[in-house]
Nanobody
Framework: QVQVAESGGGLVQPGGSLRLSCKSPRSILSVFSTSDMEWYRQAPGKERELVAAITSGGIITYSDSVKGRFTISRDNSKRMVYLQMGNLNPEDTADYYC??????????WGQGTRVTVSS
């Protein structure tokens, strides 16, 4: 049973943009809207790192490496979270994962979507 599913990855040239999407098809609105949502990434040979987060109350944080280039947003009515990525560079190449932290409950992870930045 898929709780979280990412999409939107692909191959993009340096300087380009991509929008990643994360859906929670099995989450009811009241649960999703009170969940904190996060995007992580894991590059080959590196540990998973937090890229961006948006709380249920709309508080947003970014890692220093993506601040000013990436934008996280959510649409509770659609149970969706987005990561708009701009001015991409080869160092952004990684598998990107979405997580949903339910208030007082479990954390769900998606399977990831691969982003490759290369000319």
């Amino acid at each position: 049973q898929v709780q979280v599913a990412e999409s939107g990855g692909g191959l993009v040239q340096p300087g380009g943009s991509l929008r990643l999407s994360c859906k929670s098809p099995r989450s009811i609105l009241s649960v999703f809207s009170t969940s904190d949502m996060e995007w992580y990434r894991q590059a080959p040979g590196k540990e998973r790192e937090l890229v961006a987060a948006i709380t249920s109350g709309g508080i947003i944080t970014y890692s220093d490496s993506v601040k000013g280039r990436f934008t996280i947003s959510r649409d509770n009515s659609k149970r969706m979270v987005y990561l708009q990525m701009g001015n991409l560079n080869p160092e952004d190449t990684a598998d990107y994962y979405c997580s949903r932290k339910e208030a007082g409950g479990p954390i769900y992870w998606g399977q990831g979507t691969r982003v490759t930045v290369s000319s």
